[in-house]
């Protein structure tokens, strides 16, 4: 969209899914706070956070929403996904049930979504090495079979976080401008 000087600015809607305790919350208030928590509760009262960046000499600004827990009941409202342009769908590598929701949770942004989203496949908890329960080869497999770009990351110790969401903002600033 155009300001009044004639430059551009851009605000893109990025939902973060995924099973309960795959790090979502944290993954966000790394990326926008640089923060983690070990004993995070559901969130509360904050709906999203927004974090910019630079493309192209633009400032591209990324409102990026959080869940506030009710994905647990599996009742994660259409007002969450409207106007989504960017998902983060989140498994927790050392726990593979939450691998088999990604499906899933592909077809409720899939249901929700009437334009193109530029989606993330994102193996959360890839510091827990020792404890691994589904491979990088599945993750980079399930990513590739269904068109997403994919990487694991680490919202404890800071791995790949900051390139996960920005690989999807500048996708998503490739698919609009
Ligand atoms: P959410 O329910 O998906 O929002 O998950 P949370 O962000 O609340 O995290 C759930 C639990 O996993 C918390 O105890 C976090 O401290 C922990 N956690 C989140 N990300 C990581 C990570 O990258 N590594 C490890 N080891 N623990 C994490
Ligand atoms: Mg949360």
Do not use: P
């Amino acid at each position: 969209s155009s300001d009044d000087e004639g430059g551009e600015e851009y605000l893109f809607k990025i939902v973060i899914i995924g099973d309960s305790a795959v790090g979502k919350s944290n993954l966000l208030s790394r990326y926008a706070r640089n923060e983690f928590n070990l004993h995070s509760k559901a969130t509360i009262g904050v709906e999203f956070q927004t974090q910019s960046m630079e493309i192209d000499g633009k400032e591209v600004k990324a409102q990026i929403w959080d869940t506030a827990g009710q994905e647990r009941f599996r009742a994660v409202t259409s007002a969450y996904y409207r106007g989504a342009v960017g998902a983060l769908i989140v498994y927790d590598i050392s726990r593979r049930t939450t691998f088999d929701s990604v499906g899933r949770w592909l077809e409720e942004l899939k249901t929700h979504s009437d334009t193109t989203v530029a989606r993330m496949l994102v193996g959360n908890k890839c510091d827990l090495e020792n404890i691994r329960d589904v491979s990088v080869e599945e993750g980079k497999s399930l990513a590739e079979a269904e068109g997403l770009f994919f990487m694991e990351t680490s919202a404890l110790d800071s791995t790949n976080v900051k390139k996960a969401f920005e690989i999807v903002i500048r996708e998503i600033y490739n698919n609009v401008s």
